[in-house]
């Protein structure tokens, strides 16, 4: 028996237990889109796949409503591969362990990647069903948005004839979304050699405990950048200890994740090392103040290690220097909508490596040139520190607009089935709608989704009453678009 049997809707729950048996993190989806694909095989549908792993599935208009016009339903299939630190699962080569106690569904020790996997199976349990009334319908499932919309971007929109889009990417139910933040990511270097350091003491210094989670959702909540933090730590460590080395500081596998845990190592000067273990012990109490709120669980702690190399002090003192100094969360908060943040920047990945220390930021906005203007203060800062900065993944913000007839086709729906007001928001986390509204002209988007809490980290939850009834509203919402 499976181990979502007995949820509903039966069908959705099927899908999104095939799809989390495939591995399916970002940059390794030709296996799940090998598996839609044959899904659309088996029922018979008219589909497309391209070099991308991205998928267009077409199912015609069931009886009454062949002139309607087409509507595009969107998820995106990979995931964000997170793990404990315990776990020994490969997630590049595994599925997922999932879990349920009928109210709620998780996966073992790992993401669940309900972070738009139930989008996917929504989608494919409406291209299965044979009974409902819906226009023609044109599915499309991209691939890698996760690290930057490559799928999206990639994708040839020519042959798509709908102008509506309902994306199903949005992770509170009753929120439907209208506008959000377009991003970049910012792939950085701060060029040093390691050299021998000998004489010198070797310590471990290890930042975790902390929450972490969502560049885009979570980054309004306080919670701390293991790798701001440690940059801190170490910048302060170096104000009361000059002749500090740094030989590795790492932290982060994803840019649009605020980081939990960082691990650097240092040399020390041999007669500072007392000193320096106190500092440490201090420090640990200063951060557990400042983060007790947001990061209860914070942790900061050293102990001795073999470190053979290490940066100069030259080259310490200019890491340092810019990990203090670069902006990090929220830098601006919108007029336009009431607690949306409207800038921010993450400093999601950084480590040591052979020619220096590398970083990624992601800068996201919902006003161009205050992408644009973020993206000037972190370059101004690396370059000034003898470093280069080269973008990549750049997508458009999506801009709210005023009067939509599908909006407003999906708000009464709402009302209808729920007996409450939708409530519009704009999202300061990427969504695809940007990128399409930007190939397909005249293209009318919005996008809603089941109650998902604490995406991209390993306490990610799927609500299962939630998603029966988003689920009854899609139905809904097709059976109006006649």
Known sequence: MSVLSGLKPADVFDYFEKLCAVPHG???????SDLCAGFARELGLKYRQDDANNLVIWKEASPGYEGAAPIILQGHMDMVCTKTEDCTKDMAVEGLDLMTDGEWVWAKDTTLGGDNGIAVAMILAILADPTLAHPPIEALLTTDEETGMDGAVALDCSDLKGRKLLNLDSEEEGVFTVSCAGGVRLDCLLPGTAEGAAGLAGYEVLLDGLQGGHSGSDIDKGRGSANQLMGRVLYSAMERMPGIRLADIRGGRFDNVICSKNCARVAVPLDRSADFEAFVRDFARVLKNEYAASDGGLSLTCRKAEVPEAMDVPATERMLHVLLA???GVQAMSMDFPG???TSLNLGVMGM?????????????C???QKAMMVQRVRSIVEYAGGTVSARNDYPGWQYVKESAFRDLVLEAYRDVSGRDGALEATHGGLECGLFIEKIPGLDALSMGPELHDVHSVRERLSVPSTERVYRLVCEILKRSK
């Open 367 to 369: 006003i161009a040139s």
């Open 26 to 32: 970002s940059g390794n989806t030709k296996a799940i």
């Open 353 to 365: 490596e052979a020619d220096g220390l590398r970083m990624t930021v992601s800068v996201r906005s």
């Open 340 to 342: 949306l943040v409207q």
């Open 326 to 328: 670069l902006p990090q």
